[in-house]
Every structure is written in structure tokens, then in C-alpha cells.
């Protein structure tokens, strides 16, 4: 059996990608004012534009709007106005208002605080119930042992090459390199049935690498090409994984002179498969961008994210897929699925009481577990919100505490 697992990566240039960034920037500048800040900002990018627009409650932050959208274009490298679009020239458009009061409402005090009695209130255990969840829907968290960083090695590897696309733009060691740039690795895996009938890895290999630059008039596509094998896949790609049969696409429309925001509409929450595992696993549709903690789109992801790299890290699986599900304005998840997809130490749903016993996914308790009312999130808007060590959500504290409380139930697999 041969599979083929294809991801990709888009660049911080990229206009859904640049929206993105822009959004997360107010959003640390609200929490860094005012860390109770409940923010829900989207933006949409075009030629000459930036449209910023969503929900915000605070009460002492005062963010300048123009002065922070335009300091994260000029960060991410669009200073020049024959790019269509730039940090100076570019007009600025915001239309933000409070947030909804229905929706506050639940989100201050969910249904099961409002239920309890002051005595239950002063309990403990209910410290964490006050807070219910700004939305309803479904959220997976994943990790996999095939890389260090226990994420699926095709968006790896796509991550890489935009990150090295962007530090050679950034150093000029390729001036001719623009902003905009898309990445795309096809890795094969030939899965033979060993006697037993599983389908176990024996090879995998880079299949196929395809790369989308933009970059100035001055420059052929022959340089191109031979710069991006040479400097960029495989500076990225270990050469064990490059084979003669490797197919690279480089530019293959034949030119990309015209990107950014001036090619191409830009909006908030465009790549969410590009910002969680390549499409290796289901996703549960909420983007991350733009949204404060008190939104389980994007905190209960992180949050799932992080059981699965414990689950994983542990030993107590090779593969861990975590969904988890709530309820608006409540603050208890409503359901609660382990998936190891049968390379589990002990069964699912042992491991899914083990989990419940160990996390606590309220999102009031997600919050302070992870600490996330900071400043942390615009370097989350590119190059992926999972599998970088500097995001609390990537810890693997856990591990341990999970390994030993399954010891005695391996005879239930």
C-alpha cells in the first residue's frame, strides 16, 4: 500500500495571512492594555485597503487602530506603494463596536454559575464555572510521533520552506524575493501489511515539493528555480527524504510579479487548515485569529491540542486525535473523544477518563492553565499555532502524571 499526504504553508506576505496578523496585533494590544479585553476582530485586505472590522468590550483600553494596522504591514514588508498596497499609502478603514450583550452574558456567567447557590459558588472545585464558553461548536487537538515537534511531517515541512522563504527575504540574501509566497509538500509513505495483516511505514519520501514566490521583474525564472532547490528545499527538506524521482514545482504559473493584498483579497481566517495540521485530521471550522481566550474556537484548539501532545509525548499512544465540544454559555464541555487510531497503550476510552481526570477544559480554567490573557498571540499568525515550543499549549508538563496513572491498565487494551 503506497499513501500520499499533501500540506501546505502560505507565507506571512500572504494577504489571508497578513489579515490575520493584523487582527492578532490589535488583539495583543487590547490584552496588553487591559487583559480582561473580550475582542472578536476580523480584516479584510485589497488593493489600497484594510477594513477592520468585529466586536470589542473594554473598558480602558484605548488601541489607535491606524497606528497598529499599519506598524504590523510595515513588520511584515509591504513599505513600498508599487506593491499596490503599503504601510504608509494604504487607507484604513474600522468599524468596531461593543460586544453583543446576549453573548456577554453567558460568557460572565455561564448557565451552571447561575444555578449554583453562594455556597456552591465559594466551593473550589466551582472556581473555574463562573466563565462559559463565547460560542457553541467542536475543536481537535492532534499530535503524532512522526516529528520531534509531534506534528504530521508534510506541514512541517511546508511550514520550513515558507519560514526559510521569509528569512531570506528578511536577510537579502535573495532580494529579489516579495512578500507573498506559497509552499506545498506531497510525502509518500509505502505501508506494506506485515504478517499480521497491519499496514506498517517501511519508507517515506518527498514526493513532490511545489513553490509559489513572488519576486521583482528583474529576474528569471531559471534563477528562481535553481535558488529555491539549492537554498531553500534543501536548506528545509533533510536530504534523506529528497529522492531522484522528487518533482519540484517552482512558480509553474511562470510568473508572480503581482501578489499581496494587490493580487489578491486578504481575509482573517482564510488558512485554517495552513494554521493547524495540513489537513491530516478533521477541523472543527472555527478560525483562531483575531479572538480573544473567553472564545473556545481558539483557546479549547490550543487546549486539545495540548492533551494530545501529553497523550503522545507520554508513550500512551503514537497518535492522538482530541475532540472536544461545548455549548454557548456554558462552561463544561458537552462531550469530551479520544481517537489514537489504534496505536493506543490502553483504549480509548480509558484514555478519555484519564483525560478527564488530568485536564480540565472549562474555558475559565483553560485560561489560567495556559495563560493565555497576554500578549501572545500575533507571532501565532503564521507558519502554523501548533508544533513551536515557545506556545504554552505546547508543553508536555503532563506526560508523566498521564504515563503513571495508566500503569495497571494495559490488560484493557
Same mark, same amino acid.
Given at each position: 500500500?503506497?499513501?500520499?499526504?499533501?500540506?501546505?504553508? +502560505?507565507?506571512?506576505?500572504?494577504?489571508?495571512?497578513?489579515?490575520?496578523?493584523?487582527?492578532?496585533?490589535?488583539?495583543?494590544?487590547?490584552?496588553?492594555?487591559?487583559?480582561?479585553?473580550?475582542?472578536?476582530?476580523?480584516?479584510?485586505?485589497?488593493?489600497?485597503?484594510?477594513?477592520?472590522?468585529?466586536?470589542?468590550?473594554?473598558?480602558?483600553?484605548?488601541?489607535?487602530?491606524?497606528?497598529?494596522?499599519?506598524?504590523?504591514?510595515?513588520?511584515?514588508?509591504?513599505?513600498?506603494?508599487?506593491?499596490?498596497?503599503?504601510?504608509?499609502?494604504?487607507?484604513?478603514?474600522? *468599524?468596531?463596536?461593543?460586544?453583543?450583550?446576549?453573548?456577554?452574558?453567558?460568557?460572565?456567567?455561564?448557565?451552571?454559575?447561575?444555578?449554583?447557590?453562594?455556597?456552591?459558588?465559594?466551593?473550589?472545585?466551582?472556581?473555574?464555572?463562573?466563565?462559559?464558553?463565547?460560542?457553541?461548536?467542536?475543536?481537535?487537538?492532534?499530535?503524532?510521533?512522526?516529528?520531534?515537534?509531534?506534528?504530521?511531517?508534510?506541514?512541517?515541512?511546508?511550514?520550513?520552506?515558507?519560514?526559510?522563504?521569509?528569512?531570506?527575504?528578511?536577510?537579502?540574501?535573495? %532580494?529579489?524575493?516579495?512578500?507573498?509566497?506559497?509552499?506545498?509538500?506531497?510525502?509518500?509513505?509505502?505501508? %506494506?501489511?506485515?504478517?499480521?495483516? +497491519?499496514?506498517?511505514?517501511?519508507? *517515506?519520501?518527498?514526493?513532490?515539493?511545489?513553490?509559489?514566490?513572488?519576486?521583482?521583474?528583474? +529576474?528569471?525564472?531559471?534563477?528562481?528555480?535553481?535558488?529555491?532547490?539549492?537554498?531553500?528545499?534543501?536548506?528545509?527538506?533533510?536530504?534523506?527524504?529528497?529522492?531522484?524521482?522528487?518533482?519540484?514545482?517552482?512558480?509553474?504559473?511562470?510568473?508572480?510579479?503581482?501578489?499581496?493584498?494587490?493580487?489578491?483579497?486578504?481575509?482573517?481566517?482564510?488558512?485554517?487548515?495552513?494554521?493547524?495540521?495540513?489537513?491530516?485530521?478533521?477541523?472543527?471550522?472555527?478560525?483562531?485569529?483575531?479572538?480573544?481566550? *473567553?472564545?473556545?474556537?481558539?483557546?479549547?484548539?490550543?487546549?486539545?491540542?495540548?492533551?494530545?501532545?501529553?497523550?503522545?509525548?507520554?508513550?500512551?499512544?503514537?497518535?492522538?486525535?482530541?475532540?472536544?465540544?461545548?455549548?454557548?454559555?456554558?462552561?463544561?464541555?458537552?462531550?469530551?473523544?479520544?481517537?489514537?487510531?489504534?496505536?493506543?497503550?490502553?483504549?480509548?476510552?480509558?484514555?478519555?477518563?484519564?483525560?478527564?481526570?488530568?485536564?480540565?477544559?472549562?474555558?475559565?480554567?483553560?485560561?489560567?492553565?495556559?495563560?493565555?490573557?497576554?500578549?501572545?498571540?500575533?507571532?501565532?499568525?503564521?507558519?502554523?499555532?501548533?508544533?513551536?515550543?515557545?506556545?504554552?499549549?505546547?508543553?508536555?508538563?503532563?506526560?508523566?502524571?498521564?504515563?503513571?496513572?495508566?500503569?495497571?491498565?494495559?490488560?484493557?487494551?
Amino acid at each position: 500500500m503506497r499513501k500520499f499526504y499533501t500540506s501546505e504553508s +502560505v507565507s506571512e506576505g500572504h494577504p489571508d495571512k497578513l489579515a490575520d496578523f493584523i487582527s492578532d496585533s490589535l488583539l495583543d494590544e487590547f490584552l496588553r492594555q487591559e487583559p480582561e479585553s473580550r475582542v472578536a476582530v476580523e480584516t479584510l485586505v485589497t488593493t489600497g485597503m484594510a477594513v477592520v472590522a468585529g466586536e470589542v468590550r473594554a473598558e480602558r483600553a484605548h488601541v489607535d487602530v491606524q497606528k497598529i494596522v499599519r506598524e504590523a504591514v510595515k513588520a511584515v514588508g509591504y513599505t513600498r506603494a508599487i506593491y499596490g498596497f503599503d504601510a504608509e499609502y494604504s487607507a484604513v478603514l474600522t *468599524t468596531i463596536h461593543e460586544q453583543s450583550p446576549d453573548i456577554a452574558g453567558g460568557v460572565d456567567h455561564s448557565e451552571e454559575w447561575r444555578a449554583m447557590t453562594p455556597a456552591e459558588r465559594a466551593r473550589p472545585e466551582n472556581r473555574f464555572s463562573e466563565v462559559g464558553a463565547g460560542d457553541q461548536g467542536l475543536m481537535f487537538g492532534y499530535a503524532t510521533d512522526e516529528t520531534p515537534e509531534l506534528m504530521p511531517l508534510p506541514i512541517s515541512l511546508a511550514h520550513g520552506l515558507t519560514r526559510r522563504l521569509a528569512e531570506l527575504r528578511k536577510t537579502g540574501a535573495l %532580494p529579489y524575493l516579495r512578500p507573498d509566497a506559497k509552499a506545498q509538500v506531497t510525502v509518500v509513505r509505502d505501508l %506494506p501489511a506485515n504478517a499480521a495483516g +497491519v499496514h506498517e511505514a517501511t519508507q *517515506t519520501f518527498v514526493d513532490t515539493v511545489v513553490i509559489s514566490t513572488q519576486h521583482g521583474e528583474d +529576474v528569471t525564472q531559471e534563477r528562481i528555480r535553481a535558488d529555491m532547490i539549492e537554498h531553500v528545499i534543501r536548506a528545509v527538506i533533510p536530504a534523506e527524504l529528497l529522492t531522484d524521482e522528487t518533482k519540484y514545482f517552482i512558480n509553474p504559473s511562470g510568473k508572480f510579479v503581482l501578489g499581496g493584498p494587490h493580487g489578491d483579497t486578504g481575509l482573517t481566517g482564510r488558512k485554517i487548515i495552513v494554521d493547524t495540521y495540513g489537513g491530516a485530521v478533521p477541523h472543527g471550522g472555527g478560525a483562531f485569529s483575531g479572538k480573544d481566550p *473567553t472564545k473556545v474556537d481558539r483557546s479549547a484548539a490550543y487546549y486539545a491540542r495540548y492533551i494530545a501532545k501529553n497523550v503522545v509525548a507520554s508513550g500512551l499512544a503514537r497518535r492522538a486525535l482530541v475532540e472536544i465540544a461545548y455549548a454557548i454559555g456554558r462552561a463544561h464541555p458537552v462531550s469530551l473523544r479520544v481517537d489514537t487510531y489504534g496505536t493506543g497503550a490502553v483504549s480509548d476510552d480509558l484514555l478519555a477518563d484519564l483525560v478527564r481526570g488530568h485536564f480540565d477544559a472549562r474555558p475559565q480554567a483553560i485560561i489560567a492553565q495556559l495563560d493565555l490573557r497576554r500578549p501572545i498571540y500575533a507571532q501565532t499568525a503564521a507558519y502554523g499555532h501548533f508544533g513551536r515550543a515557545d506556545f504554552p499549549w505546547e508543553q508536555t508538563d503532563r506526560a508523566e502524571g498521564l504515563k503513571r496513572a495508566a500503569e495497571g491498565h494495559r490488560e484493557l487494551v
